[in-house]
C-alpha cells in the first residue's frame, strides 16, 4: 500500500489481520528491503533506476488518522491484508511518476508511464516435463487461466518476449496491445494521477481517445492536430516511439555491474512465443521467420532479462532443491541464518548470486545459490518500469541522452524501477503449484479449441460424407 504526501510517498507493510508483528519485526523486515534494494538490485539495475529509500519513524497519532482516511479508498480485493499502523515505521521513497533526474523541471506537467513487463524469455531448463513450456511464455499460458478465473474479461495480445525483443516493429506491437488491453501491466499518469489503466481489478479507465485527448498537448503543444481517429492514432503513435526510444535507451552513468556477470545467454531457448498475435500474424502472411534484434547491453529491458534469467533450472528444476534444503533445516533449524535465506543483502550475498554453474554436487550450498537466485529472478519477473517525461525546449538540456525527440516535441526523461522486494523463500512450493495450473490449464484450453475446430469441421463437411456400409 502506497500514499502519496507532496512529492515522497510512504510505503506501509501489510499483514492478514491475524499476522501482526512487533515493530522491531517490522523495523528489521523493511530495514531488509533496503539494504536489498541498495546492496542487490542496485547493481543489477543500475543506481539511476533503484530507489530503494529509507526507514523513517512517524508518530501513531499521525497514522492511526491516516489509516481511517484511506481505508475507503483501498480496493476491495486489497482489503484482505490490513496496513501496518502500529509499529511507527514506513519506508519513505520518491515519487517515481516524477521524473528523477532534472530538477529545474519539477514543475512542469508529467507524464508517467507504469509498464509491468513480466517474463521476457522461454525457459530452457532440462528439469521442464511440459514441452509446451519451451514455446510458449508463462504469460500467454496464464492469460487463459486469468480469464476462466475471471480475473481478466479478455486475453491479451501482449505478449513480454516482443516487448523484450527489442525489434521496434514487435515492441509497436506490444505496446499498442498493452494500451488496448492494459490489465495490470500498463498505467499512465499525468502529474502523478492515474489517467488510464486499472486501479483495481474491476476498475478499469482505457479509453484511447480520452488518453489521447489528455496527451496531445504534450506530443502536439502547438495544437495544429485535428481531433477524431487520426488524431488519436497519431498521438498514441507519438506515445508508443517515445516509449520504445526510452526502453531501448542506455545508461552509462550508473554503478549497474550487469556486465560483470557472465551474461545468461537465451540462445537454447527461442526468442519468440507460439501464443503471440503478432508471430501469429506473420505466419499467416507466410512469413516464417520472427526477427529479434536483440537488445542494446545497458538499456533498462537488458538489465531486466538478465536478472530476469538468474531463474537457470525453471521451477521445476529448483523444487527438488527447496526440498533439500527444507529437509536440512528440519535437522538443523539454527542453521537458517548461516545459510541466509532472510539475508543479509551484502556484497558477500551478491558475490554468491555470481556463481551461474548447473553442475549440482549435492550440497546444501548449491541448493542455497539456486534459491538466492531463483528469487532474484522471480523479482525482476514481478518489477515495474516507470517512465516519466517532461517536455523541455530545444536549448535546454545540454545532454543529449536524457532526451527524446518526438515529431513536433521534445522531452527529458526519467527510467525507474519498482517492486523490487525479494520474492520470499516460503513462496516456492506454491510458485511450483501455480506453474503446473497455468500450464495444465492452458493445455486443457488449447485441447478443448482443437476438439470444438474438428467439430466444427465435421458439422461444415456433413453433407458430403460418404459413408461405406458393409456388404
Ligand atoms: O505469479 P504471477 O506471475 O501471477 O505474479 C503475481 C502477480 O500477478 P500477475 O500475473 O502480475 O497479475 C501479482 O500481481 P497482482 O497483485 O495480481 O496485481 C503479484 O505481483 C504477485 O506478487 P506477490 O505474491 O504479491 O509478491 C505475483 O506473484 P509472484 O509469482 O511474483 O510471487
Ligand atoms: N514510489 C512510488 N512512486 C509513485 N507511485 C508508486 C510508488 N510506489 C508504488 N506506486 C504506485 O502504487 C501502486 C501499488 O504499488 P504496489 O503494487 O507496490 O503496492 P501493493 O502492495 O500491491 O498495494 P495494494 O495492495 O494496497 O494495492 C504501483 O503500481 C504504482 O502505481
Redesign the pocket.
Known amino acids: 500500500?502506497?500514499l502519496l504526501i507532496r512529492s515522497v510517498?510512504l510505503?506501509f507493510l501489510?499483514f492478514p489481520p491475524d499476522r501482526h508483528k512487533t515493530a522491531e519485526e517490522i523495523f528489521h523486515h523493511l530495514q531488509n528491503i533496503v539494504d536489498f534494494g541498495k546492496h542487490i538490485m542496485n547493481l543489477f539495475l543500475g543506481e539511476n533506476c533503484v530507489h530503494y529509500g529509507e526507514v523513517v519513524q512517524l508518530p501513531l497519532e499521525f497514522l492511526k488518522r491516516l489509516c481511517l482516511k484511506i481505508q475507503s479508498e483501498?480496493?476491495e480485493s486489497?482489503c484482505g491484508k490490513e496496513m501496518d499502523a502500529f509499529s511507527g515505521y514506513a519506508l519513505c521513497?520518491?515519487?517515481?511518476?516524477r521524473l528523477q533526474t532534472y530538477h529545474f523541471v519539477e514543475h512542469r506537467p508529467t507524464l508517467c508511464i507504469?509498464i509491468k513487463p513480466k517474463c521476457g524469455f522461454l525457459p530452457s531448463s532440462c528439469h521442464i516435463t511440459k514441452k509446451v513450456k519451451h514455446k510458449v511464455c508463462r504469460f500467454c499460458m496464464h492469460q487463459h487461466l486469468k480469464v476462466a478465473k475471471g480475473k481478466w474479461k479478455r486475453i491479451s495480445k501482449y505478449c513480454p518476449l516482443d516487448l523484450f525483443s527489442g525489434n521496434k516493429q514487435r515492441m509497436y506491437f506490444a505496446l499498442m496491445s498493452l494500451l488496448q488491453e492494459t490489465q495490470n501491466n500498463l498505467?499512465i499518469f499525468k502529474n502523478g494521477e492515474l489517467i488510464f489503466g486499472c486501479r483495481d481489478h474491476r476498475d478499469c479507465v482505457s479509453d484511447l481517445n480520452e488518453l489521447a485527448h489528455h496527451l496531445k498537448p504534450f506530443f502536439f503543444p502547438a495544437n495544429g492536430l485535428s481531433s477524431g481517429l487520426y488524431c488519436t492514432r497519431t498521438v498514441i503513435k507519438e506515445l508508443i516511439h517515445a516509449l520504445t526510444m526510452t526502453l531501448l535507451s542506455s545508461s552509462t552513468t550508473d554503478n549497474c555491474r550487469v556486465g560483470d556477470m557472465k551474461s545468461v545467454t537465451i540462445s537454447q531457448g527461442r526468442s519468440y512465443c507460439d501464443a503471440s498475435q503478432f508471430s501469429k500474424e506473420l505466419l499467416r502472411n507466410g512469413n516464417h521467420k520472427t526477427e529479434g534484434s536483440g537488445l542494446p547491453k545497458g538499456c533498462i529491458l537488458y538489465k531486466i532479462l538478465q536478472a530476469q534469467l538468474l531463474d537457470m533450472l525453471d521451477i521445476e528444476g529448483l523444487r527438488s532443491l527447496y526440498d533439500r534444503v527444507e529437509q536440512y533445516l528440519e535437522e538443523f533449524p539454527k542453521e537458517r541464518s548461516n545459510l541466509e535465506i532472510d539475508g543479509p543483502y551484502n556484497e558477500t550475498f551478491y558475490e554468491k548470486l555470481k556463481d551461474l554453474s548447473t553442475e549440482d554436487d549435492g550440497t546444501v550450498t548449491y541448493a542455497v545459490t539456486k534459491i538466492h537466485q531463483y528469487r532474484v529472478a522471480m523479482t525482476a519477473k514481478d518489477c515495474?518500469i516507470m517512465i516519466a517525461l517532461t517536455p523541455c525546449l530545444q536549448d535546454e538540456c545540454p545532454e543529449q541522452r536524457c532526451v527524446v525527440p518526438t515529431s513536433k516535441s521534445r522531452f527529458v526523461y526519467s527510467v525507474s524501477l519498482?517492486?523490487l522486494d525479494l520474492k520470499p523463500y516460503e513462496n516456492i512450493p506454491h510458485q511450483y503449484e501455480r506453474d503446473s495450473k497455468i500450464v495444465n490449464y492452458y493445455l486443457k484450453s488449447l485441447q478443448a479449441k482443437e476438439d470444438q475446430h474438428l467439430l466444427d469441421f465435421y458439422k461444415e463437411n456433413e453433407d458430403c460424407t460418404l459413408v461405406f456400409h458393409k456388404v
Open positions: 500500500m502506497k510517498v510505503r501489510k483501498r480496493p486489497r521513497l520518491p515519487d517515481l511518476t507504469e498505467k515495474s519498482l517492486d
